[in-house]
């Protein structure tokens, strides 16, 4: 096996179309301004794509992308992005996926893959060391996730499939690979638009070694310990997975309800990750490699299953009001089976619900109830009767029926499981995140209602929290690795660790951007120079990757404005905005335009939204 | 004794088994007496929990310090700091 | 004249038009038999301090207001309705007066039909049930940003369209304590709308003695008012015009066939959700520049009722036509140092213009094809239309 | 929903309006009858009006607060009087013997045969404050008249003159239709008028 030192910085370009495939190198430059991953995938698609193009047309680009971590060794680093313009929402839509895909393509000696044009006929590519083959996928194509992946996965050890949901070109369609999903933004659906129902990977061509070794084995031990030490990521992560968090955040009355009316319910415990892994006797099952195993299987209904996520629990559970753990881990097999996105069906499924409550719309779902609501799914993927207006979507789907007004989704892209009037910080960062409605984008719950920091009712700092998490976030999906190490680099650090609570939770909440910016991140990007071979400065190096996330995040959103997107888009569901809830007495909204005005301006957008020239001048982005 | 007073406290997080309570209840959680006046910390350490800085205290959705005093039919939810995702 | 073979022209409105116009309210009521009307009003009209001076306007009569409902923003849904129906029944309100244009109307049309028909929602209607009879007494009083749709016999709650002739409000009341406009670029909008509407009415070959009669004063005012009252919005004289305006223009458009422009506008509002205001604005040039092209005939009347009689009788006859869309050019590029003037500035997807033509050459009847509406979409992208 | 979060609103009173609007009225009421006594022209006019006749001119609504908790609580001698439970309101009465009389405004046991009423408090105040002329109020609907539509040209022509007789030159020229020229009213006639019709209308009738 040949040994590569670093990364292997080569980018696979295939155009559908013609047939013909193009290899070309990632620059220095680029490397060092947008580090990998996301923001790799993001300046290849800046370079390469007009704005305004059909996401479900010729002319729209796919691209993955792993960074440098992934097939290092480091811990978590199983990860990597996809980047396209997404059906769903109209603009850049980037997600993060652990499957063995990532692992497979990268130790095929590809840094990244862009795909565009359109193939005349159902083809699936399989990808070594030398090119891509366009093979016809005639046996698969109709096929279940389940079954297309066991048939690529005889030609590679990893794979990407789309399922029926992603041929029927359904806006919430996802890309699988393992047990892993390529999820938000319909990214099925743009592999579908192109008949391109999996992408298989050899793997195994090469090897990658870290340029400094020894210091990297240094590093890599230091990260095992913080994350075997924090209570987070070693705890309750490892115990019961993501949906740990759901008594917690029941307490504190931020989880969706009913289509977003509520924050709490008494039966929430039965869904809890607790429960789940008391009743079906849960065992790791996760991204490879993965230090903190959050993702769990156990024996659902005598069969082995993965465990649905906290996201999958709290769409297709709670906020339909479905409190049958058995019964959200059926309707999360039929999304894995066809291959759609379970946050977004989830917002979908809540619109319809409520959309059948007012007479919008006829069909047999109710609150409460699990009766046709598996029927729907299977309508959704299969686009079949009022499924193919769902299928779009709960924005189009409001468009056309009507019910604007509890149609959750921000820029198109439905809400994730957290119910920002409980923490209006939260809300700030849906409302902001580049590609919609996602809790990924900045992570400020963790701030307000998790670890306790920050009074979770006011706006006060939440801009700046918001604004820093956001690059932080940006920079990780760069690198690439899980978001979740995040808990451990932020809160083992020495000064962290040391310090007392209550000081800094009084830091936090009167002074944020000093807390903020004496936490140490330096570990990661200490990592990312170990295996380049770069010499680290000690907390310049971390500035300077602070301000790679910044250019990541501004670059992504100098893209939206591109398509259109400013202020007006920069918003929340109206019933977020005015309505109270029944289980706060004080009835909160979020108070978005406060907190607007000063995150656009100390993240440097006009008072549009846009953008300025100073800023893209100062972080290097080009102007187009 | 007559100041006594009567609250509730719901382990989750896998508290219930470190503290190896036997048949606990999710639903009903630690049904306790403690006389009138006593703060958190002191209900916490007779129920047997050893160390508190980890965990985190919810009374009816606000977040507690152990060294909030307790009132009758309060209902103290104990949990694990965790995240999402 | 014209004389067409068959025509139908229905406007139900007594519009009151004024000095102390609000002051009629409860005499209006009173004709109707009512006491107490509950207000359905514009959030934006509220927070900009209108809802005092409303409520002043009632003293010394016998009305009691059943409840102000300020909850409507710029989507009028069946859950807002619900909730009014509910206060309305709650307080045992007997009439409605709309607050503010737009979604306001449309909302309290809504309620309407809720509390007159006694139902929960819409979607009997929705599936073709008719409204069986008279509802309750509806006011309006215009405020905000007009959507065009006040006067009609329809109602638009949830993206959804109910027509009925019952659904036409009995009364409109244009005062000027309530019309000045908040900003030059809501005045815009409602005066490009109003624009599009009255240029509809009078170049399309249905026109009737009645449409072009209600649609002539309209542009004769928005030729004489809209420059001014998007410059100074707060002119009360600009802003009563152009309020007279829309509602006329709304009239008689619900009367008439839409134009290529409402119709582009439309399809591309909803594909985008950015309103349909700033689309006209940009549509019409490019329309009027293509109908300059082509040296398509229509009536004179819009030279008439844009350039007024000493410019018409001073034309050439054979002029007439060209110069009347000359100036409606005019009136229009007037507008643009409010609003964007190219769908490009506006940073539409390039890709909804395909599907905007279409769905809008279907609509038409086959009136304009959708090659005619691509081309005129393509000058929108660079704003081709030019203003001379 | 909270429907408490929408309260119900009692709009208030504009009692300086009121006030003035209420004296406006005594002072035309008395000064009719007076002038109908002194000036050959206002008792031509009024003689027009059938004999047993009754006017009222008033402010709408007919019954001011009846839905209001106070006028209950107020003592019965106040509301049998009719000032509260009914609004601002003025009769003119021409008896068999065509003589004109101002018979207060209490409407209880009294038939009206013309009335004009304003609109609303506002549309009397613009006419009453000679904001607006008569009949341009008429255009513009700040009163309606039920009854006879001659008669109340009648009584409006009448007023019209009076008005000139009351007001100086400056304000009756916004109240009336036509300023009369000096052929047709003298400035003797006018002055010795106006000094009696005032003297007149505040002391014996």
């Known amino acids: 096996m040949r040994e590569v030192i670093g990364s292997n910085n080569r980018i696979l370009e295939i155009d559908l179309s013609t047939k013909k495939f193009t290899v070309s190198e990632i620059n220095k430059k680029d490397r060092n301004m947008y580090l990998g991953g996301k923001g790799m995938g993001l300046k290849l698609l800046y370079d390469r794509m007009e704005p305004g193009v059909d996401p479900l047309g010729e002319d729209n680009m796919i691209a993955f992308t792993m960074g440098v971590f992934m097939g290092s060794g480091a811990p978590c680093s199983g990860r990597f992005e996809a980047v396209t313009k997404s059906p769903l929402t109209g603009i850049m839509t980037c997600s993060s996926c652990g499957g063995p895909f990532g692992m497979a393509l990268k130790t095929t000696g590809w840094d990244a893959m862009i795909i565009r044009g359109k193939a005349s006929a159902p083809v699936y590519l399989a990808i070594d060391s030398k090119g891509v083959q366009f093979k016809p996928a005639k046996g698969i194509w109709g096929k279940d996730m389940n079954q297309a992946e066991a048939a690529l996965l005889k030609e590679g050890a990893g794979a990407l499939v789309i399922g029926q949901a992603g041929e029927n070109l359904v806006r919430i369609a996802n890309i699988r690979s393992g047990h892993r999903f390529v999820g938000r933004g319909g990214m099925g659906a743009v592999l579908g638009s192109k008949n391109v129902k999996g992408i298989v990977a050899k793997g195994g061509e090469i090897k990658i070694v870290p340029a400094k070794k020894e210091k990297f084995k240094k590093i890599v031990r230091r990260f095992n310990k913080y994350i075997n030490n924090n209570p987070v990521t070693s705890g309750t992560y490892r115990s019961f997975g993501t949906n740990s968090a759901t008594i917690a955040c029941n307490t504190t009355g931020t989880i969706p309800v009913r289509n977003f009316t509520g924050g709490s319910h008494g039966e929430v415990h039965k869904i809890s990750g607790e429960t789940m892994a008391e009743r079906f006797k849960t065992k790791w099952d996760t991204c490879k490699p993965c230090t903190i195993m959050c993702g769990h299987k156990g024996t659902i209904a005598g069969e082995e299953r993965h465990i649905p996520e906290y996201e999958t629990v709290h769409l297709l559970g709670s906020n339909l009001e479905i409190f049958d753990p058995v019964a959200v881990s059926d309707f999360n097999e039929l999304c894995s089976k066809y291959g759609m996105d379970t946050i977004s069906l989830g917002g979908i499924l809540g619109w319809a619900m409520e959309a059948t409550e007012k007479g919008l719309i006829k069909t047999s779902l109710k ?187 501004v670059l992504e959103r100098y893209m939206n404005t591109r398509e259109g997107i400013s202020k007006k888009d920069d918003t929340l569901p109206l019933r977020l905005l005015t309505e109270g809830r029944k289980c706060d007495a004080k009835e909160h909204t979020v108070p978005l335009e406060k907190m607007l005005k000063k995150y656009y301006k100390s993240r440097g957008y006009d008072e549009n939204g846009i953008p300025k020239k100073r800023l893209l001048r100062r972080l290097g982005i080009k102007i187009q | 004794m007559a100041n006594e007073i009567a609250i509730r406290i719901k382990f989750f997080s896998g508290i219930d088994r470190e503290l190896k309570l036997e048949n606990y209840n999710h639903e009903q959680g630690l049904a306790m007496n403690v006389p009138a006046g006593k703060r958190l910390k002191w209900a916490l350490r007779t129920a047997g929990m050893p160390a508190f800085s980890n965990h985190a205290y919810f009374r009816s959705g606000e977040r507690i310090s152990t060294r909030a005093k307790l009132r009758n039919g309060d209902e103290v939810t104990c949990l694990k700091p965790s995240g999402g995702g | ?96 007066i709309a607050l503010g244009c737009g979604p306001a109307v449309d909302l309290a049309k809504a309620v309407n039909v809720l509390v007159s028909e006694k139902i929960d929602n819409l979607s009997a209607h929705y599936e073709g049930a008719a409204i069986k009879g008279p509802l309750k007494p509806l006011i309006v009083v215009t405020a905000g940003r007009s959507n065009g749709r006040e006067a009609a016999n329809a109602l638009v709650v949830d993206n959804r369209e109910l027509v009925s002739d019952f659904l036409c409000p009995d009364v409109f009341i244009i005062d000027p304590r309530m019309t000045p406009g908040s900003c030059g670029e809501s005045v815009a909008e409602s005066g490009a709308t109003a624009m599009a509407q009255a240029f509809a009415v009078l170049t ?27 410059k100074r919005p707060k002119n009360r004289q600009a802003s009563v015009a152009l309020a007279n305006a829309s ?64 410019g018409y009788a001073a034309t050439p006859a054979g002029e007439r036509t060209q110069r009347g869309l000359e100036v409606s050019l005019n009136i229009v590029g007037g507008l643009k140092k409010v609003l964007p003037v190219s769908l490009s500035e506006m940073k539409v997807q390039k890709h909804f213009l395909e599907k905007a033509a279409k769905a809008a050459a279907a609509k038409s009847g086959k009136r304009f094809t959708e090659a005619e509406c691509a081309s005129v979409l393509a000058q929108a992208w660079d704003a081709a239309g030019k203003v001379k | 929903m909270n429907i408490n979060k929408y309260p119900e609103i009692v709009p208030g009173r504009k009692f300086l309006k009121e006030f003035y609007v209420g004296i406006m009225l005594w002072v035309v009421g008395r000064a009719l009858q007076v002038a109908a006594k002194v000036d050959k022209e206002v008792k031509a006019e009024l003689a027009k009006l059938p004999n047993n006749f009754t006017l009222r001119m008033m402010v709408a609504p007919e019954k001011a607060f009846p839905l209001f908790f106070y006028a209950k609580l107020l003592p019965s001698f106040v509301t049998d009087i009719g000032l509260l439970p009914y609004g601002i309101q003025m009769f003119l009465h021409k008896d068999k013997e065509g003589n004109i009389k101002y018979i207060g405004a209490d409407p209880k046991g009294k038939k009206a045969d013309l009335s004009v009423i304003f609109t609303s408090i506002e549309a009397a105040w613009l006419v009453l404050s000679f904001q607006e002329s008569t009949a341009t109020a008429y255009m513009h609907g700040r009163f309606v008249v039920e009854g006879d539509l001659p008669h109340s040209l009648t009584f409006v022509r009448a007023l019209d003159i009076v008005e000139v007789f009351l007001l100086p030159k400056i304000i009756s020229g916004l109240a009336v239709k036509r300023y009369p020229k000096w052929s047709e009213m003298s400035l003797m006639r006018k002055f010795w008028k106006r000094i009696v019709i005032y003297i007149r209308a505040f002391t014996i009738g």
């Open chain 3, 1 to 96: 004249m014209h004389i067409p073979d068959h025509y139908e022209f229905l406007n139900h409105s007594k519009i009151i038009s004024g000095k102390c116009a609000l002051e009629t309210i409860p005499a209006e009521l009173g004709g109707y038999d009512a006491q107490k009307p509950l207000v359905i009003a514009l959030k934006s009209v509220v927070e900009r301090g209108l809802k005092k001076k409303f409520i002043k306007t009632f003293s010394n009569s016998m009305v009691v207001l059943g409840g102000i409902y300020d909850e409507v923003r710029e989507y009028a849904g069946i859950s807002l309705a619900q909730d009014a129906a509910i206060l309305f029944k709650a307080r045992g309100c007997d009439s409605i």
């Open chain 3, 204 to 230: 399309d070959r249905g026109i009737n003695p009645m449409t072009a009669a209600v649609a002539h004063p309209a542009m004769s005012y928005l030729a004489e008012y809209l420059a001014k009252g998007v």
């Open chain 1, 367 to 553: 609150f409460g109830s699990t009766e046709g609501v598996a029927d729907m799914i299977r309508d959704i993927a299969l686009c079949r009767g009022i499924g193919k207006d769902l299928a779009q979507g709960s924005r189009l789907a409001a468009k056309k029926y009507g019910g604007e007004d509890f149609a959750m989704h921000v820029k198109g892209l439905e809400l994730p499981g957290y119910e920002p009037r409980g923490a209006v910080g939260h809300g700030l960062g849906y409302a902001t995140a580049n590609r919609g409605g996602c809790h990924l984008s900045s992570y400020v719950i963790s701030i307000e209602i998790l670890f306790n920091m920050a009074n979770p009712f006011t706006p006060k700092w939440k801009h700046y929290m918001v604004k820093f998490m956001e690059n932080l976030f940006a920079a990780i999906n760069s690198l690439h690795i899980c978001q979740f190490t995040a808990y451990a680099v932020m809160f083992e650090p020495f000064l962290v660790k040391v310090s007392p609570f209550p000081l800094l939770k009084v830091l936090m909440g009167n002074m944020a951007p000093l807390a903020m910016n004496l936490m140490d991140v330096s570990l990661f990007p200490e990592t990312w120079h170990a295996i380049l071979g770069k010499h680290y400065i000690p907390y310049l190096g971390m500035l300077k990757f602070i301000k790679a996330g910044e250019r990541v995040h």
């Open chain 3, 247 to 310: 509602v006329m223009a709304s009239a008689a458009y619900s009367n008439s066939r839409p134009g290529m422009a409402n119709l582009l506008a439309g399809e591309l509002a909803e594909a985008t959700g950015i309103s349909a205001g700033r689309f006209e604005r940009i549509i019409l040039p490019s329309v009027i520049a293509a109908m300059l092209k082509k040296k398509a005939w229509i009536e004179d009347d819009l030279y008439l009722a844009a350039a007024g009689i000493d």
